[in-house]
Structures are given as structure tokens and as C-alpha cells.
């Protein structure tokens, strides 16, 4: 569980997150959505401790985060898996040495050790024979799937995923949603995904909370969406499914 206690946030006098209070389920693909600047993102960021909140409290479980030292934090990193956006790995390195790094940095595991697990996350995420390419050499799903995978390699509770399908066909995009979701459900993590994709919302959207300028604004399950009276997250939702239909016939 992560639970965020009236969490506000600005930068340079302007007001990203507004009073926010929310609690995320352990076992659950947990979605964060809402426009381009409603503070989705900054409220993802400050949740993993990126930005540091001006007022209120973060819980990871029954420890509150934000009241935690240097050391103290990094000990809960530890235990925190992150997706970036663009994969974000490392360019000269291959998928082996990308997805080892956290054992690099983090433990003192033998080589062999380190190896065995590397292997069993890229067999989980389905890249066996990958080892030794470079991300040049990687097609966008499977840059992805390195990146699920480096992320799980320490075996976290907590795991963030900003935009995961950014820049994914249809198809693919399922395939890493799907993924998320059984690892999320099959080692019991607390998942927080930062999405505009409805497509996403609708698959694996087992709670949701909509961000409208900096405020929670609703929350609820991928069913309560299609039942919501709420006039800002129907515009939203009308918006994104408008604008994939627009993006698709361009691209036909």
C-alpha cells in the first residue's frame, strides 16, 4: 500500500497539487490520469520521492516516507521498482548489463548470482536471446520489456511506470499492459502507472484516480467510469477516445 495524506506541491508560486489525499492497493494496477499539466506526473514524481511535497504525508505500507532520513529512504529504494517513460536505459550497454545494474548497485551478489536473476526476469518478460544486443538494436516493446524487466530484477514491492505505452502500436501496448498487470498480481506489488492511454483504463484500470488541475477529482474502478456523472472525467475520457480514433486513421 502507498498512501499519499494531503499532499500539496508548487513550483515557483504556482500550485501543481492541490490538498491530494489518496491511497493506492497492494495486488492492484493502480492508475493515475488526467490532462497534460494536471500534475499527474509531478503527483507519480512525488509519490517515489523525486519531488518532495510542501506539505503532507507519503506511507509506504505503516512507514511514512517523508518523515525518513537519507539513509533511512534508501533502504525503502530498495524496494522500489521505476519504468521510465522512454525505457531510459543505458545505450553502449546490453540488455544483460542494463537489466544488472540494480544488482550492481544494490547488492553484493556473486556474479553467478547476479546472472541467474537477470536470466529469470528476461525469461518473465519474455526476451530470452536478447542478451547481448544493444538498445539500438531493440524494436520500442522490446525496449519496454528490458525495462519491466530491470525493474523487477531486485524483486520490489512498490513499482512506478510513467507512460509505459508511450509511443507503442495498439497491439504492443496491450502486451506490456497484460505484462504489468500479472507481475503485479503474481508477486503481490503495489503498481502506480501514470497513463493517458483509455485504452490502458479500460484494460487494467482496477482503480483509478483522475487528476483535474492539480486536484483528486474522482476515483474509482474501470467499470465506474462508464456509470460517472462526473462532467470533467467524461469530457477527458470523450477527448482521449476522440483524439486515438483521429491518430489512427492518420496513421492508416
Not at 43 to 61: A, N, Q, S
Not at 81 to 89: H, K, R, S
Not at 101 to 108: A, K, N, V
Not at 221 to 233: A, F, V
Request: with cysteine.
Amino acid at each position: 500500500m502507498i498512501k499519499g495524506e494531503h499532499i500539496s506541491k508548487s513550483f515557483e508560486g504556482r500550485t501543481v497539487l492541490d490538498d491530494i489525499s489518496v491511497e493506492f492497493e497492494t495486488g492492484k494496477t493502480n492508475l493515475i490520469i488526467g490532462r497534460s499539466g494536471s500534475g499527474k506526473t509531478v503527483l507519480l514524481k512525488t509519490l517515489v520521492g523525486l519531488h518532495t511535497p510542501d506539505e503532507g504525508r507519503i506511507f509506504y505500507d505503516d512507514i511514512c516516507y517523508t518523515d525518513l532520513g537519507f539513509a533511512e529512504r534508501k533502504a525503502i529504494r530498495k524496494d522500489i521498482g521505476m519504468i521510465f517513460q522512454g525505457g531510459a536505459l543505458l545505450d553502449s550497454s546490453t540488455v544483460v548489463e542494463n537489466v544488472k545494474l540494480p544488482l550492481d548497485l544494490f547488492t553484493d551478489q556473486s556474479e553467478e548470482e547476479k546472472r541467474e536473476r537477470v536470466d529469470f526476469c528476461l525469461r518473465r518478460v519474455r526476451l530470452e536471446g536478447a542478451d547481448n544486443l544493444y538498445p539500438s538494436e531493440l524494436s520500442g516493446g522490446m525496449i519496454k520489456r528490458v525495462a519491466i524487466a530491470r525493474a523487477i530484477v531486485l524483486n520490489p514491492r512498490y513499482l512506478f511506470c510513467d507512460e509505459p505505452n508511450s509511443g507503442l502500436d495498439p497491439q504492443t501496448s496491450v502486451i506490456i499492459d497484460n505484462l504489468i498487470q500479472d507481475i503485479t498480481r503474481e508477486y503481490n506489488i503495489t503498481t502506480i502507472i501514470n497513463t493517458h492511454d483509455m485504452n490502458s483504463v479500460m484494460e487494467i484500470g482496477e482503480k483509478i484516480v483522475y487528476i483535474h488541475e492539480g486536484r483528486k477529482w474522482w476515483e474509482g474502478t474501470k467499470d465506474d467510469i462508464l456509470l460517472s456523472e462526473n462532467r470533467e472525467l467524461n469530457d477527458f475520457v470523450f477527448a482521449s477516445a476522440m483524439a486515438k480514433r483521429a491518430k489512427q486513421q492518420i496513421t492508416k
